[in-house]
Every structure is written in structure tokens, then in C-alpha cells.
């Protein structure tokens, strides 16, 4: 399983668009790059998932170079409600799902 | 998707006793996982649990101390056995959506254990 690396905490006031970087270098060809949300005393929730260029749904988007090494999160105009952690993975599919330290977001009003 | 449930919520526990917890997910499912979550820790996978078969652990943990049920496709125990303070955390059950190549985790809301 290939491993991640994101930064540890990032802190952003309410309105502004935040973008989570997650480096994967070893990302092998069938890995999708998939980004999980966890608010404090609940499970991770899925957000997104893409394995090449853009993918965008109701929440975020997700930003995958060329070369997919890398991977941007982008959440729009956050709000405080978006305080979580958020997990970047990588994984081939029908495999247990192996969690990186992941990124501590703070909202700032 | 799936609807996991997992009971108890949180519960205290005396060191030296064991808790059994359930995970009871709404759609039948092939593996089921175990995790472990320390406080201001990431998730770390404690075990496999496949129906009709042993768990698989992952290194560090062992059958002795958590043993785990699986008795059909839509239900799993895992029991914390002889429980000290270093056992306190979250412990959450996770199922794959196994009808998709690119992997969907769900997970349920997690026990809360506090060995004292």
C-alpha cells in the first residue's frame, strides 16, 4: 500500500477555499487516491474519490497531476462545520483501507 | 453504501475484565475490519474479519487479546480481552463497498472505552 504524506494541521478562516495536500509517491498504477473526513467521536466519512485530473462532487473537489504523485483536496468557502481531520488514501480496491496521520483543519470565524 | 452499527457507544471498564463489542451492518459484506484509534491518533487496522474463516491480525495485535467473531455476513464482534488503561480508545468496525473497484470504506460512529 502506498504511503502518504499530508500536513499535520492546517487553519483557515470561514469563507475561504482550502486546499489539502497529500504526497504519494510510490502510488502504484491501479491505486485510486481517496479523501476521508473525521469530525471528532464519529468514523471516518468518505468525501471523494479520483484516480486521474479532476473529479468534483457536492463537497469537493479533487485535483490529481499527470503524474499522480499528488493529490489537492479543495474544499470551497469553508465554514466552521468543516473543522475535521481529513485522510488522504491510497489504495487498489478490495483492500483494507490503511490510514495515514492526516490533517487537523481548524476554521477560524 | 452501508449502514453500520456499533454498540456499545463508550463504556468504563476495570482493568483485568474483557468488553465485546458489535458491529451489525445493514447489507451483507465479505470482510469486515477492526480498528483502533488512540486519542489525537490516526486509525490503525487491528484485523480482518472474514465470514467461515480466522481473522487475519495485523502485526502487534494478537488473537489472545482481541479475539473476533464472525458468524455471518452481517455481523462481528470484537472482545478486548484483560483490558489495562493502555487499552483506552476508539474502536471502530469498517466495511468496504465491495460492489466498486475503487474501494468506498464505511464506518461506524465507534466505542468509546475508557479502562480504569
Known amino acids: 500500500l502506498a504511503k502518504t504524506t499530508q500536513p499535520i494541521s492546517m487553519d483557515s478562516y470561514e469563507g475561504q477555499e482550502v486546499n489539502i495536500t497529500c504526497s504519494h509517491n510510490n502510488i502504484a498504477t491501479n491505486d485510486y487516491i481517496t479523501w476521508y473526513q473525521q469530525f471528532p467521536s464519529q468514523g471516518p466519512r468518505f468525501i471523494i474519490q479520483g484516480y486521474k485530473t479532476k473529479v468534483t462532487n457536492e463537497v469537493a473537489s479533487l485535483f490529481i497531476p499527470a503524474d499522480r504523485k499528488s493529490s489537492t483536496l479543495s474544499l470551497p468557502r469553508v465554514s466552521l462545520s468543516d473543522t475535521a481531520v481529513y485522510y488522504c488514501?491510497?489504495?487498489?480496491?478490495?483492500?483494507?483501507?490503511?490510514f495515514g496521520t492526516g490533517t487537523k483543519l481548524q476554521v477560524i470565524p | 453504501s452501508a449502514v453500520i452499527s456499533q454498540k456499545p457507544s463508550r463504556d468504563i471498564c476495570q482493568r483485568g475484565t474483557s468488553l465485546t463489542i458489535q458491529c451489525q451492518v445493514d447489507?451483507?459484506?465479505?470482510?469486515m475490519f477492526w480498528y483502533r484509534q488512540q486519542p489525537g491518533q490516526s486509525l490503525t487496522l487491528i484485523a480482518t474479519a472474514n465470514q467461515g474463516s480466522e481473522a487475519t491480525y495485523e502485526s502487534g495485535f494478537v488473537i489472545d487479546k482481541f479475539p473476533i467473531s464472525r458468524p455471518n455476513l452481517t455481523f462481528s464482534t470484537l472482545t478486548v480481552s484483560n483490558m489495562s488503561p493502555e487499552d483506552s480508545s476508539i474502536y471502530l468496525c469498517?466495511?468496504?463497498?465491495?460492489?466498486?473497484?475503487?474501494?468506498?470504506?464505511?464506518f461506524g460512529q465507534g466505542t468509546r472505552l475508557t479502562v480504569v
Open positions: 447489507s451483507q459484506v465479505t470482510m
Open positions: 488514501l491510497v489504495d487498489g480496491g478490495y483492500q483494507k483501507v490503511t
Open positions: 469498517s466495511v468496504e463497498d465491495e460492489g466498486r473497484v475503487n474501494t468506498e470504506a464505511f
